[in-house]
């Protein structure tokens, strides 16, 4: 029988992410099976961890001697045991910020034998890969063996009262004294981020800057709120001239940055009800603004979710490799600050998409169609082709087809409007992408433009006014221009009376003075038939 070190067991295939392994054991034939067990100790400012492994000989004719385990570059106090007996240890290198560790075997492990071995140690936070305050715990958990066991199982233990924000997919359960995340099938050497937090012994200080900010952090010193109010003042004054001021107040919280691919800043933070924003350890600029505005974007009614990328991106000069998000960055240099602040006031108060006279809400919820029509109607913008092609499913294409037929109708009947907003008997329809409404309605309204701009032109020989009265009822005609077409009408007959009054004091009786049907002062009833007309008396 050949006695060898096992070299290649663990130092190659359960290498932590990153580094080259092989799936199943290795050409050594010796398999491990792990449980791994982290338990923060928030007094210590450390987290314990101990590795369970059982290793069993499956090769033929070999024994094995030794072997190999990677454990972080940062950890103290390591030791390994195996029934009871503390074993030799020996740091043989490190590569990707793991140690790897030779374990010398109480005995030779010979085939078909298994060993229970033990091996332990302490990471200490330092407030970067390993972060352990009275309100948080935020570290990279991995399990060891090997891949062809799927006995490995994960658990991590943070005291009662934490709240667990990331914590991959292992299970929480509470228990009386800790609270548990575990599995049961943990892959090998594949990191898992574990953050939790106690709101009650987070350290939260009010921002010098802004009274609508809170700052919150795990430690006391008050450097990383400093660093935040310097960044502050510019930030927020951009935020409140892209997109007006935020309805509430917010909360700054730090996070820290793991490793693992995992957007901490993204996670969900707060048990206090305010919106929060998370900001790493060291901000930056551009990732600061672009998380402040995602928050501050937070009072808008539900909306499409490349919206608040997109303007976050816009205003913090972030790329994104959304094409709908792209699209509103682009859209935010067309029209500018103050064409994108008219969007967000009109979609923050949940106004229609077709602005007018009133306001009325919008009729639909603000999808990819209201966000389209705010572009455009609100914010001046040439959108529609650029949402053809980066947001809308291929499917929509027809939709978008008949809403460039009728918002061209919509827009020649608002140009022969002039100075009078068009009704909400089209503003509606149009606003909800019913186009078969808007286009059984325009001719109506079309008719009474006509209407208006007839009697205009008789006004003109007579010098008076079309007054706000045709105007008010058009402007809030919901169903139909009845009450126009009324007002419309009685002005005409009201103006053949005022002719017919101009003709007498001019000289020219007509037959109404021949009749005696006009009265004996014709300047009198004639002042009194302008004063009538300039009071809306019809």
Do not use: C, K
Request: without cysteine; charged residues 25%; hydrophobic residues 50%.
């Amino acid at each position: 029988m050949v006695a060898v070190t096992a070299g290649t067991m663990l130092s190659v295939i359960g290498l932590p992410a990153g580094a080259d392994a092989q799936d199943g054991p290795g050409p050594s034939g010796l398999t491990a099976a792990t449980i791994a067990t982290y338990v923060v100790d928030v007094e210590a400012a450390a987290v314990d961890v101990r590795f369970e492994t059982i290793l069993t000989n499956g090769a033929d004719g070999v024994a094995f001697t030794d072997v190999f385990e990677s454990i972080p570059v940062g950890a103290v106090d390591v030791s390994a045991t195996a029934d009871g007996r503390a074993l030799d240890l020996t740091r043989a290198g490190t590569r990707d910020g793991f140690s790897q560790w030779s374990i010398g075997l109480p005995a030779p492990l010979d085939p078909g034998e298994t060993l229970s071995l033990v091996l332990a140690w302490r990471l200490e936070a330092d407030g970067e890969a390993v972060v352990v305050a009275p309100g948080i715990a935020a570290f990279e958990a991995y399990v060891g063996g090997t891949e062809a066991v799927t006995r490995s199982a994960l658990l991590v233990e943070v005291p009662v009262g934490f709240r667990v924000v990331a914590a991959g997919d292992l299970e929480v359960v509470e228990g009386e004294d800790r609270v548990t995340m575990f599995t049961a099938t943990a892959q090998p050497y594949v990191p898992v981020p574990i953050v939790a937090e106690l709101d009650d012994n987070l350290v939260r200080v009010g921002s010098r800057v802004d009274p609508r900010l809170t700052l919150t952090d795990w430690a006391e010193d008050g450097s990383w709120a400093r660093e935040v109010d310097r960044l502050l003042p510019e930030v927020v004054a951009l935020l409140d001239g892209w997109f007006g001021p935020t309805s509430s107040s917010l909360e700054l919280r730090r996070r820290p940055r793991l490793a693992t691919d995992i957007d901490l800043l993204a996670l969900p933070a707060s048990g206090t009800g305010a919106p929060v924003v998370t900001v790493g350890p060291d901000p930056d600029r551009t990732e600061f603004t672009h998380e402040l505005a995602a928050v501050w974007l937070a009072d808008l009614p539900p909306t499409e979710p490349w919206l608040l990328d997109g303007l976050a991106d816009a205003v913090s000069g972030s790329p994104s490799d959304d094409p709908a998000a792209t699209v509103v960055s682009v859209v935010a240099g067309e029209i500018g600050r103050d064409g994108m602040r008219r969007v967000v006031d009109v979609l923050r108060a949940g106004s229609i998409s077709y602005p007018g006279a009133g306001n009325q809400p919008q009729p639909i919820s603000a999808d990819w169609r209201t966000v389209l029509d705010l572009f455009e109607q609100v914010g001046g913008a040439s959108a529609a082709e650029l949402f053809r092609v980066d947001v809308i499913e291929p499917a929509d294409a027809p939709l978008l087809d008949r809403r460039a037929a009728a918002r061209a109708d919509y827009l020649a009947l608002e140009d022969r409007a002039g100075d009078w907003a068009l009704p909400p008997m089209l503003r509606v329809p149009m606003a909800a992408w019913d186009f078969d409404t808007f286009a059984a309605r325009q001719a109506e309204v079309s008719d009474a433009l006509v209407a208006r701009d007839l009697l205009v032109a008789e006004l003109v020989g007579v010098e008076l006014e079309l007054g706000g009265i045709a105007r008010a009822a058009f402007e809030a005609a919901d169903a139909d221009m009845a009450d126009v077409m009324g007002v419309l009408g009685r002005q005409a007959s009201a103006l053949e009376a005022l002719e017919e009054a101009t003709r007498l004091v001019d000289g020219d009786r007509g037959l109404l003075a021949w009749i005696g049907l006009f009265g004996d002062d014709p300047d009198a009833e004639l002042a009194a038939a302008v004063a009538a007309w300039d009071a809306g008396r019809y």
